[in-house]
């Protein structure tokens, strides 16, 4: 069975939601027959690359609430991770444009890293002190590498604008025609879909009922042909 997650790691409920997702899932008896793949979707994608800005900033503008309501949005928030035993900074943390990152998400799908390369980028984003979106392409260059990644190869990505672009954006006109205006969203085997950071206990009915909708599989051919099995391979009689 396959889920695909749309996020931004400039999303706190994407952080905080993939931890929900994950402990429902390592509870999921058939586990290890979930395959995971993350999908791009940028919250801001109309921001120039280096445009950034402080969160509480970007969240008064967007939303027209005062700092103090922007500040105890976040201070919410942190409590919210902390309950799924994630580090998050309240205060001093920064906003910018996440394509490069999603680019590089894609370079790390391919060298089957992605999900080490996103909790990396969410962990730098949400809980470390140095910025995702103001220390430049060597940043993202070390953490990329932190992740198992190559750093020429991570560097001749990040120097080419059209490396992976149209992978990004199939991705996020996949979700517009999923109909996800938010993230983060849940698709599990395309045939359901769970929006926003449930709680673990709403992801695990998800991953049952989509298991218990799987078709059985039907044989075309189900008996004739020599075969090998348990108990050893069909010896042709003449």
Known sequence: MRVEIWSDIACPWCYVGK?????????????????????????????????????????????????AQAQA????????????????????????????????????????????LIQIFYKANFAEERSVFAEGDER????????????????????????????????????????????PFFVLDRKYGVSGAQPAEVFTQALTQAWGARPPLQLIEDGGAEACGPDGCAVPQK
């Open 19 to 67: 931890a929900r997702f994950e402990k429902a899932l390592a509870a999921f008896p058939h586990h290890d027959q979930v395959e995971v793949v993350h999908r791009s979707f940028e919250l801001d994608p109309g921001r120039a690359k280096g445009d950034v800005q402080p969160v509480i900033k970007m969240l008064t503008k967007k939303y027209g609430m005062s700092e």
């Open 140 to 183: 993202l260059v070390e953490l990329a590498v932190a992740a198992g990644l190559d750093a020429d190869a991570v560097r001749k990505v990040l120097a080419d604008p059209s490396a992976y672009a149209d992978d990004v954006r199939a991705d996020e006109r996949e979700a517009a025609e999923l109909g996800a205006n938010g993230v």
């Open 73 to 116: 949005g976040e201070e919410n928030l942190g409590a919210q991770a902390a309950a799924e035993g994630l580090d998050y900074r309240t205060r001093d943390r920064d906003h910018g444009n996440t394509f490069d990152m999603h680019r590089l998400l894609h370079l790390a799908k391919a060298e089957g890293k992605q999900d080490e």
